[in-house]
């Protein structure tokens, strides 16, 4: 999956500019995979009541069925999703109105270089969202996770802006405590001593997750109880 998303992965930016400001329009990597995972995610009876996982390729690539051995379990992440694409696919989510929703989203935000409050402020347009049209789901968000150039350079844009990731990840926490909500910090045990993604979960890219670290992932939410 992720090698074929090398192939077709590109950019496509889209800004308005009003006076001296910049209005942010909906920006995103791999557009023609975007647009087949809607495709499927239409297709799919609405099912209410049960567990979501919201995100980008993180997400995307996570066998969530066979690591919770639930074959209810939702996956709805799309590989180069930003927040911007997250808020135009909300409704599927909210239309299904899930018991629980699992969200990690931010990281394609920083690589294009879109401003920190303006993820903050996505992020929390899709909490208070989630909230207001289905106010019985638990509402669970993610740490964005660091990069590690290290290894194999395959996403330029992504490496070298751990700092940046840390500024997001402290104003989620505040959102979470502003809005009651769970915030979930994953770096705690996936970044090295140096702040970076840890070698020993991370994929050949040093951005996505290999299989050791999904399941030390769902270990954590199960000792939490999150799960």
Same mark, same amino acid.
């Given at each position: 999956?992720?090698?074929?998303?090398?192939?077709?992965?590109?950019?496509?930016?889209?800004?308005?500019?009003?006076?001296?400001?910049?209005?942010?329009?909906?920006? #995103?990597?791999?557009?023609?995979?975007? #647009?087949?995972?809607?495709?499927?995610?239409?297709?799919?009876?609405?099912?209410?009541?049960?567990?979501?996982?919201?995100?980008?390729?993180?997400?995307?690539?996570?066998?969530?069925?066979?690591?919770?051995?639930?074959?209810?379990?939702?996956?709805?992440?799309?590989?180069?999703?930003?927040?911007?694409?997250?808020?135009?696919?909300?409704?599927?989510?909210?239309?299904?109105?899930?018991?629980?929703?699992?969200?990690?989203?931010?990281?394609?935000?920083?690589?294009?270089?879109?401003?920190?409050?303006?993820?903050?402020?996505?992020?929390?347009?899709?909490?208070?969202?989630?909230?207001?049209?289905?106010?019985?789901?638990?509402?669970?968000?993610?740490?964005?996770?660091?990069?590690?150039?290290?290894?194999?350079?395959?996403?330029?844009?992504?490496?070298?802006?751990?700092?940046?990731?840390?500024?997001?990840?402290? #104003?989620?926490?505040?959102?979470?405590?502003?809005?009651?909500?769970?915030?979930?910090?994953?770096?705690?045990?996936?970044?090295?001593?140096?702040?970076?993604?840890?070698?020993?979960?991370?994929?050949?890219?040093?951005?996505?997750?290999?299989?050791?670290?999904?399941?030390?992932?769902?270990?954590?939410?199960?000792?939490?109880?999150?799960?």
């Amino acid at each position: 999956m992720k090698r074929t998303l090398l192939a077709i992965c590109f950019c496509l930016a889209t800004t308005i500019v009003v006076g001296q400001n910049i209005v942010y329009d909906t920006i #995103q990597y791999a557009q023609e995979h975007h #647009q087949k995972r809607l495709i499927l995610f239409k297709n799919e009876p609405i099912l209410k009541g049960k567990i979501i996982f919201l995100g980008n390729s993180i997400t995307e690539f996570g066998d969530w069925q066979k690591l919770l051995n639930d074959s209810t379990v939702i996956n709805r992440g799309i590989a180069g999703d930003n927040t911007f694409g997250v808020l135009a696919r909300l409704d599927d989510v909210i239309n299904r109105e899930p018991n629980k929703v699992f969200i990690k989203i931010g990281i394609n935000d920083i690589s294009q270089n879109i401003p920190v409050e303006i993820i903050v402020k996505n992020i929390s347009t899709i909490v208070k969202s989630i909230k207001e049209k289905s106010p019985m789901t638990k509402i669970y968000i993610h740490s964005i996770l660091p990069t590690n150039d290290n290894v194999k350079n395959e996403y330029p844009d992504a490496y070298n802006k751990n700092s940046l990731v840390n500024l997001v990840n402290k #104003q989620l926490k505040k959102q979470a405590k502003k809005y009651n909500i769970i915030y979930i910090d994953i770096n705690k045990i996936f970044s090295d001593k140096y702040g970076k993604l840890d070698i020993k979960y991370a994929d050949s890219d040093g951005l996505h997750l290999n299989d050791f670290a999904y399941k030390t992932w769902i270990e954590l939410l199960k000792s939490n109880k999150y799960l």
